[in-house]
RNA sequence: CGGGGCGUAGCGUAGUCCGGUUAGCGCGCCUGCUUUGGGAGCAGGAGGUCGCAGGUUCGAAUCCUGCCGCCCCGACCA
């Protein structure tokens, strides 16, 4: 392809609103440009690397036996409010004002809509059917670029089998073609167990990668891969101490002290002799949760362990119910429920709040003087904690959801009617799963874990071009003619050649919209050399320069292009 | 939906607090000449509903009110 006949619009300045590595370069490079929040248009250079990703996600998906589909966005609303999800996604999902329509956010019930009536027989299954379709949901904040949109593209697929041991495999077959499609694209990922949420079901895995505009927080070993979300992820941590001799209940006089870094300055003690009070709001009755020192307490973790409605408690209500303000409650005389984290199990000589303000309490026995105590595990984990896994140690980051595939179960195919005749004439739902992958999020998680303050450093497999011809001079006529010689002769052999021919851009522009554009390799094409018989050829990623003989060219592009 | 920031030419911005000529600058764009190994030089030129609407005023990019849009943090989220 040729430059100056091309529409490539590099920008040599950051746009103001965009702010992760990714975007920015996105932009720079004039591969995307949006048209409103959450909403891009992709140019010729990326919509033919989105191309690329699509191709290898079809490949792997139709060697696992995938069928590719091509679905509508604009569905019945009908079909939706069948499986409850109108309701479910609520105003994520868009509506049209004038046809009882829905835009797509993801498939599930069209597919199970061709699938019912239609795979009537154990001997139709399994199946693999897939797509890869333009979805659209409201997302309240659309972010981080092209990462979280109201409009992306998706490979979703789903599988229908007669049995469970069935859906296993297809699940297996799926992270396996998910690890090749990842694998190939040159991304650096991990897998995580998850809880499926909304999507209904029981086992799923997300392929992640670690990124700081991720919107997701792991725990992740490197050692031994053990990957979670902080959500329910766990770790090797000690507990508190319980000594041989449980000291008397006794009052402290601690004006001013709230934290529990304060407690700990005060008093010189350690934050693990601390017991931290923090009250919710559990289905309208107070709760005391009792943490470690400075843990914190996960939300998340407490709601799955209690279920019902919870919620901190309002700093009156806190006076209310303990008599005393955040910073002063504990346990001793607190008259309702009290859970605590599993690391303070049986701790003994603690010091807690004194439900008095400006009091503490010292020789606090969890075991003796709060006998209606319950443990549960409560914490977030940090980095550096041991993992529960193996002896290395937990990183905590965040990360983005490039990937998930999700064990559904019979949720739509109840819902919808899928439902098929074993060998004895008995009727049973088809046992579905569903998985799913953010085309454009493995494009941009690519940039962001390639590129340097030049730009993008692409890899042969995804990159738009291979090679990058740059014809310094074009108004030297020496020039002229050989590089375009080059760019015919390598097209025909069938290299993807990007040619710079503009003819009024100056040499040093040229390198830079190169190194920015980041192709593999790049063919400088200047005079000196030149005549010389001779070319320059850069390798981007390692920035590499070699001056070559033109005879040579061949040989060197099928070792850095291998 | 809560908090913060922003909206001036294709892009990046100054001016806004404290109202007062023709709204300034850099990049980009157009024309001509020169230049071509790391984002060229000179000369000339085009391009603006100052987000939108209303108000205050002799006079509004600037002050007031309402709305819209965009970014960031949080909440939410396959």
Redesign the pocket.
């Known amino acids: 392809m040729k430059l100056s006949k091309s529409f490539v619009p590099?920008?040599?300045?950051?746009?103001?609103?965009a702010?992760?590595p990714s975007?920015i370069l996105m932009l720079r490079t004039g591969m995307v440009r949006?048209v409103?929040?959450?909403i891009y248009s992709f140019l010729p250079l990326g919509y033919k690397v989105l191309r690329k990703i699509t191709d290898i996600i079809r490949e792997e998906m139709n060697a696992i036996g995938g069928q590719e589909f091509h679905l509508p966005g604009l569905n019945p609303k009908e079909i939706w409010e069948a499986t409850g999800r109108v309701e479910g996604f609520g105003d994520?999902l868009f509506h049209v004002k004038n046809r009882e329509y829905v835009l797509a956010p993801?498939h599930e019930e069209i597919m199970a809509f061709h699938a019912k009536g239609t795979l009537k027989s154990y001997k139709d299954l399994p199946q693999i059917w897939y797509q890869i379709q333009t979805?659209f949901r409201n997302?309240?904040?659309?972010?981080?670029g092209v990462i979280r949109g109201r409009q992306?593209l998706?490979k979703?697929s789903y599988t229908f089998d007669a049995t469970w041991e069935d859906l296993d495999k297809a699940y297996e077959l799926h992270d396996q073609a998910y690890r090749k499609i990842f694998d190939r694209c040159g991304l650096k990922y991990f897998v995580v167990g998850a809880s499926?949420?909304?999507?209904g079901g029981n086992k799923s895995e997300e392929f992640m990668v670690k990124s700081d505009a991720g919107?997701?927080t792991v725990a992740y070993c490197e050692s031994c891969s053990y990957a979670a979300n902080v959500e329910v992820a766990t770790s090797k941590i000690e507990t508190v101490n319980r000594d041989d001799n449980s000291k008397e209940l006794y009052e402290i006089h601690t004006p001013d002290v709230k934290s529990i870094d304060e407690l700990c300055e005060f008093l010189k003690i350690n934050q693990r002799e601390t017991a931290k009070s923090r009250v919710y709001i559990h289905n309208g009755e107070p709760l005391l949760v009792l943490m470690s020192g400075n843990d914190e307490v996960n939300e998340t973790k407490l709601n799955t362990v209690i279920g019902g409605d919870v919620r901190p408690g309002h700093p009156e209500e806190l006076q209310n119910i303990t008599g005393a303000d955040a910073g002063s409650i504990g346990p001793i005389g607190f008259k309702h429920r009290i859970i605590a984290d599993n690391r303070l199990r049986n701790g003994n000589n603690l010091y807690s709040g004194a439900n008095k303000n400006d009091y503490h309490i010292g020789g606090l026995d969890l075991k003796r003087d709060v006998p209606a105590i319950e443990y549960f595990d409560l914490r977030s984990v940090e980095s550096g904690e041991g993992c529960p896994r193996c002896n290395g140690k937990l990183e905590v980051f965040k990360a983005i959801?490039l990937g998930?595939i999700?064990k559904l179960g019979t949720k739509y195919s109840e819902a919808l009617g899928v439902y098929y005749l074993d060998e004895k004439g008995e009727s049973h739902p088809a046992i579905m799963g569903s998985y799913?992958i953010?085309c454009e999020r493995v494009l941009a998680c690519y940039i962001e874990q390639n590129y340097d303050d030049?730009g993008i450093i692409w890899d042969t497999t995804l990159a738009p071009f291979s090679i990058h011809l740059i014809a310094?001079?074009?108004?030297?006529e020496l020039i002229a003619n050989k590089s375009n010689e080059l760019y015919d002769e390598l097209s025909k052999a069938g290299y993807e050649v990007l040619f710079d021919d503009r003819?009024?851009?100056?040499?040093?522009?040229k390198?830079?919209?190169a190194?920015?554009l980041g192709m593999p390799v790049q063919i400088?094409?200047?005079?000196?050399?030149?005549k010389e018989g001779k070319?320059?050829i850069?390798n981007r990623r390692t920035g590499d320069?070699d001056t070559i003989a033109l005879d040579e060219l061949k040989l060197k592009l099928k070792e850095l292009l291998q």
């Open positions: 590099t920008l040599k300045e950051v746009p103001a609103d702010v992760i975007h949006m409103s929040a959450g994520i993801t979805k997302e309240p904040r659309p972010r981080s992306f998706m979703d499926s949420g909304a999507m919107e997701d959801e998930h999700f799913g953010g030049k310094l001079n074009m108004k030297s003819i009024d851009a100056s040499a040093g522009f390198f830079n919209d190194d920015l400088i094409i200047g005079e000196r050399n030149l070319v320059e850069k320069k």
